[in-house]
């Protein structure tokens, strides 16, 4: 692995119930592979009062505070506005990697412009499964999790984060980016039981479904495809 001088631990909360886990796993992994590391919290409304007692009780957490719901995407690029480390490492704090996932993460850092990881082995859920392939299609991606909430990027990549109205997830779409604009990625396995999987949601995945290709990205061939399989799998459902 490389050293990592400074990381930027940022981390979009829109709830609190797991924040006081979140930080604890991304602190035990940032004080062993981290020279200098800070923790900032982009809390929403209802995790506005862990995140207080969190940024409180720990003298390295800062938290930024809304007031009023806000996507994953506002509140990423909130926290990075007041980021001051070279690289960062970015989660959601509702479905916290364990301390391992992360510090495999950051012990795979050789240099990369952006580094994810990839659960091993994939969840099985047919709409979890239907929900990636849409992404790769509509992101022109190569990443094998998209959904996957966890990454590490040089901090001035993070003007590759979406706004508000981009459907994908927030970390995908950097990393779809940065893989276009011929930045180094790299991706690797991460033990599956390690990391939560937030279900996939019917409206998010219709909102893909709703949306081309990325611009800047060749319209993917195949993506009618994976339309068809998830309307044949909604059906089903009801």
Same mark, same amino acid.
């Given at each position: 692995?490389?050293?990592?001088?400074?990381?930027?631990?940022?981390? @979009?909360?829109?709830?609190?119930?797991?924040?006081?886990?979140?930080?604890?796993?991304?602190?035990?992994?940032?004080?062993?592979?981290?020279?200098? @590391?800070?923790?900032?919290?982009?809390?929403?409304? =209802?995790?506005?009062?862990?995140?207080?007692?969190?940024?409180?009780?720990?003298?390295?957490?800062? =938290?930024?505070? $809304?007031?009023?719901?806000?996507?994953?995407?506002?509140?990423? !690029?909130?926290?990075?506005?007041?980021?001051?480390?070279?690289?960062?490492?970015?989660?959601?704090?509702? =479905?916290?990697?364990?301390?391992?996932?992360?510090?495999?993460?950051?012990?795979? @850092? $050789?240099?990369?412009?952006?580094?994810?990881?990839? !659960?091993?082995?994939?969840?099985?859920?047919?709409? $979890?499964?239907?929900?990636?392939?849409?992404?790769?299609?509509?992101?022109?991606?190569?990443?094998?999790?998209?959904?996957?909430? #966890? =990454? #590490?990027? !040089?901090?001035?990549?993070?003007?590759?984060?979406?706004?508000?109205?981009?459907?994908?997830?927030?970390?995908? $779409?950097? @990393?779809?980016?940065?893989?276009?604009?011929?930045?180094?990625?790299?991706?690797?396995?991460?033990?599956?039981?390690?990391?939560?999987?937030?279900?996939?949601?019917?409206?998010?995945?219709?909102?893909?479904?709703?949306?081309?290709?990325?611009?800047?990205?060749?319209?993917? #061939?195949?993506?009618?495809?994976?339309?068809?399989?998830?309307?044949?799998?909604?059906?089903? !459902?009801?």
């Amino acid at each position: 692995m490389s050293v990592i001088k400074t990381l930027s631990v940022v981390m @979009y909360a829109g709830d609190g119930a797991r924040l006081e886990q979140a930080v604890s796993a991304v602190t035990v992994a940032a004080a062993r592979y981290s020279l200098d @590391y800070e923790i900032i919290i982009a809390a929403g409304p =209802a995790a506005a009062a862990a995140a207080a007692r969190v940024a409180a009780a720990r003298p390295l957490v800062h =938290a930024t505070y $809304h007031a009023q719901p806000r996507r994953p995407s506002y509140l990423l !690029r909130d926290a990075c506005s007041l980021i001051s480390g070279d690289l960062v490492l970015a989660i959601d704090a509702a =479905a916290p990697p364990s301390a391992l996932a992360i510090e495999r993460l950051l012990a795979a @850092y $050789h240099g990369q412009d952006v580094l994810v990881g990839r !659960r091993t082995p994939a969840p099985a859920h047919p709409l $979890h499964h239907a929900h990636t392939a849409l992404l790769r299609r509509v992101l022109a991606s190569d990443q094998d999790d998209p959904l996957l909430p #966890l =990454a #590490l990027f !040089r901090a001035e990549l993070a003007d590759l984060l979406p706004g508000d109205g981009e459907p994908a997830p927030p970390l995908a $779409h950097l @990393y779809a980016v940065a893989r276009r604009r011929n930045y180094v990625t790299g991706q690797i396995a991460l033990p599956a039981q390690s990391i939560p999987v937030r279900p996939s949601g019917v409206a998010e995945v219709a909102a893909l479904m709703a949306q081309g290709p990325a611009r800047g990205a060749r319209p993917a #061939l195949g993506a009618l495809a994976v339309v068809a399989s998830l309307w044949l799998l909604l059906r089903r !459902r009801r």
